[in-house]
């Protein structure tokens, strides 16, 4: 609008001025127009209004929105992270550990203690594996169906404060556990742990009866090797930045 009113202006005598202003140059273009002085003035004058408003609301939700952003945090599991899965056999106890894995926390500092506002992890079941025997790793990821539903996934639900002490807290959590394709929700005690670089660990450990995913206790040797049902899922998650 500014510059079709610019275009109908004669700029040459204003250009040659000491005091041409880009502002003066609007005045002329609004004057051409049969707006006098005064109802410049006043028409400056509410947009000035308009535009000072704006700012102050700007500078008033400026420090809400910075210290939202600061309390909030997006995390990754790193390498350091470790989960583990024991087991019994009619011969010996055996352990499976997650080789890789991927998830994401979102924490929230606000509050007395820092709170997870969501969780998901994704554990790739052919990366399960015991390092003792090869024979127990197939039985397992053949048990996990691995084929057809190739990862182990958990996503919290809710995280609510128990008890603290220090920089260590210890949270009551529910959240879906999706295993060979079925999904229950459980609930954990998590001990978690600020830690002096700024991530937190969380640790803790969850009993599971195979029965409850509809996975079969493996078996091997025509039954000369069965496994028990109840296993138990440890781990101790580090979440950095």
């Keep these: 609008m500014v510059c079709g009113l610019i275009t109908r202006v004669n700029l040459v005598p204003l250009a040659n001025r000491s005091d041409f202003t880009p502002c003066r140059v609007v005045m002329q273009a609004f004057r051409s127009m049969g707006y006098n002085k005064l109802e410049l003035n006043n028409a400056m004058m509410k947009k000035i209004n308009v ?30 992270s470790s989960i583990t899965v024991d ?60 084929t057809q539903h190739p990862e182990i996934t958990y996503v919290l639900n809710s995280m609510e404060v128990g008890s603290s002490s220090g920089d260590r807290v210890v949270y009551q959590t529910t959240g879906d556990l999706t295993l060979a394709g079925v999904t229950n929700t459980i609930e954990m005690e998590v001990e978690g742990t600020r830690l002096d670089n700024g991530s937190y660990q969380f640790t803790g450990s969850y009993p599971l009866n195979m029965n409850d995913y509809g996975i079969d206790a493996p078996t091997a040797m025509f039954g000369a090797l069965v496994t028990g049902e109840d296993v138990t899922i440890h781990f101790d998650m580090i979440a950095t930045e």
């Design 51 to 80: 535009l000072s408003s704006r700012l102050l609301i700007l500078l008033l939700i400026a420090p809400v929105i910075a210290n939202a952003q600061a309390a909030t945090q997006t995390l990754s599991f790193s390498p350091e």
């Design 87 to 146: 087991g019994t056999s009619n011969r010996d106890n055996w352990t499976v550990t997650a080789q890789s894995f991927e998830g994401q926390v979102t924490m929230n500092n606000n509050g007395d203690a820092p709170v997870a506002e969501t969780v998901e992890l994704t554990i790739p079941v052919q990366n399960m594996a015991g390092g003792k025997s090869s024979i127990m790793d197939r039985l397992m990821r053949n048990a996990l169906k691995a």
